[in-house]
């Protein structure tokens, strides 16, 4: 017991004395005896108080530098504004924690441990009797319950905690569009390159579906084919429909009271609205399957259908579908004649006396030429005579979109229609985009993807169109769908290993620093958790390979290397806790 304050009399006074005295050692000794709490609850209180102290101290500190390390990627590509990136560096500190929280509770329980054995409390304690089984209970209980907290932030916190940084980026598309109109800079969508003299941003129009609408005043655009100027035009206003999907964002232009420029045929038209297609800008910043909570995962049916690569292989199957059923519209529509095609973007249309669909082409009737007439407007312009066309489909951009065909004809006979003038000017070898009147397609794009892959596969051979390719592309994407199902639930089963592996390797890091630090009490404190830290760095390098093997599906050996990494840190433990308490 050390007593260095105090006068006689105090000294004299036994226990009382003792307790007003306040000396650690007569207070910790002959505390159970004077009614405080027992010698082994001081200790305990003592030691974790210290190990929290440290470890949320050095856990602040490497989340900070690591979350901030997150938001270089999206600062890098400018999808963050000053604002937005303080924002997204505070709540990148949650998922952060993942990796911080056990480097920081190993570095905590080395440094504690270490200066407990260094300065000899360790051999007091052993030499009043306590074991070190009761010594290191705090260390346990402490790495016991980061296990717990590793496995609510892995499986339920960190994951909401990615949507939210997710959101950040997405909702900076429109930042980006109205900086770029403030700058003077072309919009670019596509194939289409937007000048504008003002933007404002507004709700969604709830007819629309769309998240969020851009209004463009004073527009001139350009579109490009082959890097070269293909339709120039000028509008009173544009506007621009924002719609995130699952499968990414896609934006769906409209201009009205646009003139436009036809720089191949030389031709000029005014348009009350041109409508070109929509445009996916691509898929979100990082993989989804990284933002699902663990039930989520255990029961993926709700959101499947939503998950990118499951929606492009649905895309594929309702195109393919899609393409099916227009074909089969243009045969109706040939059969019943005229076939009628509008240009959605030059407000054109094409009225076509066919006789018969013969896969891609177009055949007249016999003893007669193929007579097309192109209408503005409904004021026919001008026909053409050929002896065939043929039609080329191009699927829709948005899962929810109609697919448009071209027009593609070789050397017709060209009539102008307009006034009684003869000259009609050059035809186009090949117009489009082109959709057909009076047809509206199922949604197919709203099934689920063991319908679309089941209908994929029961594309009969004799369609319209070329029915023995879609009946083989059918096929193909149906086997590519469930080939891509099956994937994603590998990558759910590697992630919920990873997952619960990372919250393992967080406890055996904790406890094994601590034991470390007793047993190599006279070597330097970070030399000490240099051995503790390298077989942690090798653990987590093990489970992300095990989490690839597991994807790639290689269960047994996905497994033994995944859980290889704590099994040698578990050995390592129980190796340095042998020595610990022969030492």
């Not at 924002?87 to 929280?101: D, G, N, R």
């Not at 898929?283 to 709700?302: A, G, I, K, Q």
């Not at 035809?427 to 057909?436: D, F, S």
Request: hydrophobic share 50%; net charge neutral; proline share 6%.
């Amino acid at each position: 017991v050390e007593c260095n304050q105090g006068t006689k009399e105090s000294r004299d006074g036994g226990i009382e004395g003792l307790r007003d005295r306040g000396c650690r050692g007569g207070r910790d000794r002959l505390g159970s005896l004077a009614g405080g709490p027992p010698t082994s609850v001081l200790l305990y209180r003592y030691i974790l108080v210290e190990l929290l102290r440290v470890m949320l101290l050095t856990t602040a500190v490497l989340t900070i530098v690591i979350a901030f390390g997150a938001a270089i990627r999206p600062l890098a590509l400018d999808l963050l504004g000053p604002f937005d990136l303080l924002k997204y560096i505070l709540i990148a500190t949650v998922p952060m924690l993942q990796f911080s929280l056990p480097l920081a509770a190993g570095f905590g329980a080395t440094i504690v441990m270490h200066r407990l054995a260094a300065d000899n409390e360790v051999l007091a304690m052993t030499a009043a009797g306590l074991s070190y089984r009761r010594i290191m209970m705090p260390v346990f209980v402490l790495a016991t319950a980061l296990l717990v907290v590793m496995l609510g932030l892995t499986h339920f916190v960190i994951p909401r905690f990615g949507r939210l940084l997710e959101e950040i980026i997405a909702r900076d598309v429109t930042r980006l569009f109205v900086s770029a109109v403030q700058e003077g800079q072309a919009i670019r969508i596509g194939d289409v390159e937007i000048f504008a003299d003002e933007v404002q941003v507004a709700p969604g129009p709830r007819e629309t579906g769309a998240d969020t609408r851009l209004v463009l005043a004073g527009v001139a655009a350009i579109q490009r084919k082959a890097g070269q100027p293909e339709v120039e035009f000028t509008a009173e206003y544009a506007t621009v429909d924002v719609h995130r999907r699952a499968g990414g964002t896609f934006l769906k232009p409209a201009l009205v009271n646009a003139t436009v420029f036809r720089a191949d045929e030389g031709t000029f038209a005014w348009l009350p609205e041109a409508e070109p297609d929509a445009v996916l800008l691509g898929s979100h910043f990082s993989n989804p399957l990284n933002f699902l909570t663990l039930p989520e995962m255990l029961d993926p049916s709700s959101w499947i259908d939503g998950h990118r690569p499951v929606e492009d292989g649905r895309r594929q199957l309702a195109n393919v579908l899609g393409e099916t059923e227009a074909w089969m519209a243009v045969d109706r529509a040939v059969r019943s004649g005229p076939l009628r095609l509008r240009d959605g973007f030059g407000g054109r249309e094409f009225v076509i006396d066919a006789g018969a669909l013969d896969g891609v082409r177009l055949l007249p009737p016999a003893g007669a030429r193929l007579r097309m007439v192109e209408l503005q407007a409904g004021v026919p312009q001008r026909e053409a005579l050929a002896d065939e066309a043929r039609l080329a489909w191009t699927p829709p951009v948005m899962p929810d979109g109609v697919g448009t065909f071209d027009l593609l004809v070789s050397e017709p006979e060209v009539r102008g229609l307009r006034d009684g003038l003869p000259r009609a000017g050059r035809w186009p070898p090949r117009i489009g985009p082109l959709r057909l009147v009076g047809w509206t397609p199922d949604p197919i794009a709203d099934q689920r993807w063991e319908s679309l892959a089941a209908r994929g596969e029961a594309i009969p051979q004799e369609a319209p169109g070329p029915a023995s390719l879609l009946a083989q592309r059918g096929r193909n994407a149906a086997v590519a769908v469930r080939n891509v199902v099956a994937d994603t639930r590998r990558q759910l089963d590697g992630r919920i290993t990873k997952r619960t592996a990372l919250a393992v390797s967080g406890f055996l890091v904790l406890a094994l620093g601590g034991v470390l630090a007793v047993w190599l009490h006279k070597s330097v404190p970070l030399a000490v958790y240099i051995v503790a830290f390298l077989p942690a760095i090798g653990s987590t390098l093990l489970i992300a390979g095990g989490e690839g093997m597991l994807q790639d599906g290689y269960v047994l050996g996905g497994h033994a290397v995944l859980w290889s990494g704590c099994a040698a840190l578990l050995v390592l433990l129980a190796l340095a806790w042998h020595k610990m308490s022969r030492n």
